[in-house]
């Protein structure tokens, strides 16, 4: 069965730091993808990795994959308050139709 | 582009009772999925349904059902409802999720059993 874990659960950092969300999960993956949800609110699609060595970049954020290691990273630069929300990553296994969700980081950028 | 549409937006019922949420997808898209949403369990999958045939279904209990009309709108049914049930529930439309490059998401529905 295919387990997806996120680290860190929490993640409080300061407006204008760096800092990387980690997504191992425990088989051979189809693709992984990043969402974004807002207190109350539903998921946001943030990026798709479809490959290994996959980066996709978005503002602030940038996502890559690495199959080998079985790793999603979800880096963030130079951080600012809209970005506070909590991010989720999911993974599709080979012959599954559906996804399943990591834990969840819930990020706070203080000012 | 319309986007997803759940209704209702909040629910609360009483334990024993039933209740029926409803998902309409993006237009042309032919693919809805449902997930469970609790602080306790986080996300977890329900069910998919893609030209109203139910292609997966997570690990929940029978009293968890749901099914996909023509127009591909889909409903979930929750029978006998239990406090441990209240969660927000969320739909996903594609046109082949998750196989497609992007699934979106709709705002959900807020049960609450009491």
């Known amino acids: 069965e295919l387990k997806v874990e996120q680290n860190p659960l929490f993640l409080s950092m300061q407006e204008g730091k760096n800092y990387t969300i980690y997504c191992n999960y425990s088989?051979?993956?189809?693709?992984l993808y990043w969402y974004r949800q807002d207190p109350g609110k539903s998921l946001e699609s943030l990026f798709v990795l479809l490959s290994n060595g996959a980066v996709k970049q978005e503002g602030r954020l940038m996502a890559s994959l690495d199959t080998k290691a079985r790793l999603s990273t979800l880096h963030i630069t130079a951080a600012v308050h809209d970005l506070s929300a909590t991010y989720f990553c999911a993974s599709l296994s080979f012959g599954n139709e559906k996804l399943t969700f990591g834990t969840g980081t819930r990020l706070t950028i203080i000012p | 582009k319309a986007g997803v549409t759940q209704t209702p937006r909040y629910l609360i019922k009483t334990r024993g009772q039933q209740v029926t949420l409803s998902c309409s997808p993006i237009s042309g898209h032919r693919s809805v999925s449902w997930y469970q949403q609790t602080p306790g369990q986080g996300l977890q999958f329900l069910f998919e349904?893609?030209?109203?045939?139910?292609?997966n279904k997570g690990n929940f209990p029978g009293r968890f059902s749901g099914r996909q009309f023509s127009n591909s709108r889909s409903e979930m049914n929750v029978s006998t409802l239990e406090l441990g049930d209240s969660a927000l529930y969320l739909c996903?439309?594609?046109?082949?999720?998750?196989?497609?490059?992007?699934?979106?998401f709709g705002q959900g529905t807020r049960l609450t059993v009491v």
């Open positions: 996903a439309s594609s046109l082949s999720f998750p196989r497609s490059p992007q699934a979106f």
């Open positions: 349904y893609f030209s109203e045939t139910q292609r």
């Open positions: 088989t051979t993956s189809d693709r």
